[in-house]
């Protein structure tokens, strides 16, 4: 098989970027290592900055998301006591939208299969070659049959646990890593959400967040340790928690019912540089990983896809190598932003049971100082609702 763009991953990075070439005219196989049914099953993010919106509306993908998504301008944070409300329209001119990252999967791939474009399911033993070359190919098995890709470029889209990061070699290759000592046990009911907007919630016996999907379908995660398993919560162990960790309001007015799904993420922030080797570019969870706290996952992977494909237009089009010899640098320096702001939202509304008590205090003066300063929320609004695509 030959193609221009071989992209490893059939993830919200990988769909999107072959959306975007085809419009631009480019061409593209997606390699997905999972059954389409597999890769949809899957529950993750919920929130998108604008920019991410404007992305899908630009593909020609956003009509179902502009039709049941929620256009949310504000979130509350709520700690040692106090609500507070970050008014992302007052302070910033902008909003979110709260749309389930499953749901933008199924609309891409829709939106893949009406346009042609190949999606290869269930490929195994998927390995890259020629990365150093003009040639670069992916080989891999597809229906007990050996495959190869011929291709000139190499889209690493594979989240952290495929191929294509570890085929930079390990010498050139700089990680940056912390992991966390907790995970959130995530809860997806057909409830009411408790709020019309998100609820953060920072309590002292941890973390707890009230997210939706839609109308009567809502999503709840929990602070819980890294060892501890979702088979070890009851659906009511799970409500009578978060009744504990939400202010009073919330709690006495909290709809709840069984759950359809509960399952626990791990927490890390992690970052590997350069995100470009040869022909390969990597996008998304293939090359950083940040806490969910900031909801900067799902719009991180959106905005290496932005710069990665202006910079292949620009070389297909032009022959302009610029874009996509500083794509590394543009798409990091904007990475690192989202990775401090996870950090400082996970820091600060997080329980760290080994944490000093000068640590503790730093925490609530983090907080206190976006409850008392219109600049702190100001700060938090700016980064919530997603930084400009700047380019360097
Ligand atoms: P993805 O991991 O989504 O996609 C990578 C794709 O590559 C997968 O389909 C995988 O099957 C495929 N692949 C892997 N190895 C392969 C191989 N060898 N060959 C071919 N294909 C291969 N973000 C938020 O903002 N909020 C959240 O609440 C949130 N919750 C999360 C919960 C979990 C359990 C996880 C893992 C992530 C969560 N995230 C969240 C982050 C998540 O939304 C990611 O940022 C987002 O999926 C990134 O998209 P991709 O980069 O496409 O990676
Ligand atoms: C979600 O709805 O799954 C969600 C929302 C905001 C976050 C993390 C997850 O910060």
Redesign the pocket.
């Known amino acids: 098989m030959r193609t221009q763009v071989g992209i490893i991953g059939g993830g919200p990075a990988g769909l999107l970027l072959a959306l975007k070439l085809a419009r631009s005219g480019i061409e593209s196989i997606v390699v997905e290592r999972r059954a389409r049914d597999y890769v949809l099953s899957r529950?993750?993010?919920?929130?998108l900055e604008w920019g991410t919106v404007e992305q899908l509306r630009n593909a020609s993908v956003g009509a179902r998301m502009d039709r049941e998504g929620l256009v949310h301008d504000g979130c509350t944070i709520y700690a040692h006591g106090q609500s507070v409300h970050v008014d992302f329209r007052q302070l910033v001119s902008k909003s979110v939208m709260?749309y389930?990252q499953t749901e933008i999967t199924k609309d891409l791939y829709d939106e893949l299969d009406a346009s042609g474009i190949q999606v290869l399911h269930d490929a195994e033993a998927v390995s890259l070659a020629g990365l150093e070359t003009c040639s670069p190919s992916i080989g891999f098995r597809h229906r007990g049959a050996s495959k190869c890709i011929d291709c000139e470029f190499v889209a690493g889209c594979d989240g952290f646990y495929g191929p294509s990061r570890q085929a930079i070699p390990r010498s050139e290759r700089r990680e940056f890593e912390k992991i966390y000592p907790f995970g959130w046990l995530?809860l997806l009911s057909e409830t009411a959400p408790v709020s019309e907007e998100?609820i953060?919630s920072g309590h002292e016996r941890g973390f707890a967040?009230c997210?939706?999907?839609n109308p009567s379908l809502s999503?709840y995660?929990l602070q819980v340790p890294l060892d501890d398993d979702a088979a070890n919560w009851s659906d009511d162990d799970f409500w009578n928690e978060l009744k504990l960790r939400l202010p009073v309001e919330a709690a006495e007015r909290l709809e709840t019912g069984p759950s359809i799904e509960k399952s626990i993420a791990p927490l890390r922030s992690f970052v590997t540089e350069p995100m470009s080797w040869g022909r390969l570019h990597l996008c998304g969870d293939a090359a950083h990983i940040v806490p969910?706290?900031?909801?900067k996952g799902l719009n991180l992977a959106a905005s290496d896809v932005y710069y990665l494909h202006n910079a292949l237009r620009d070389y297909y089009r032009r022959g302009d190598l610029a874009g996509l010899e500083s794509y590394s640098s543009t798409a990091l320096a904007r990475v690192w932003h989202a990775m401090r702001f996870s950090w400082w939202m996970t820091a600060m509304l997080h329980k760290f049971s080994e944490r000093s008590n000068f640590d503790d205090r730093i925490r609530k003066s983090d907080f206190q100082y976006v409850a008392n300063s219109e600049i702190g929320r100001l700060m938090l609004a700016e980064n919530y609702t997603g930084l400009p695509y700047w380019r360097r």
Not at 43 to 47: L, M, Q
Not at 292 to 295: D, F, I, L, N, V
């Open positions: 529950i993750r993010a919920g929130v709260v389930g995530g998100l953060y967040l997210s939706m999907r999503r995660y969910p706290t900031g909801a």
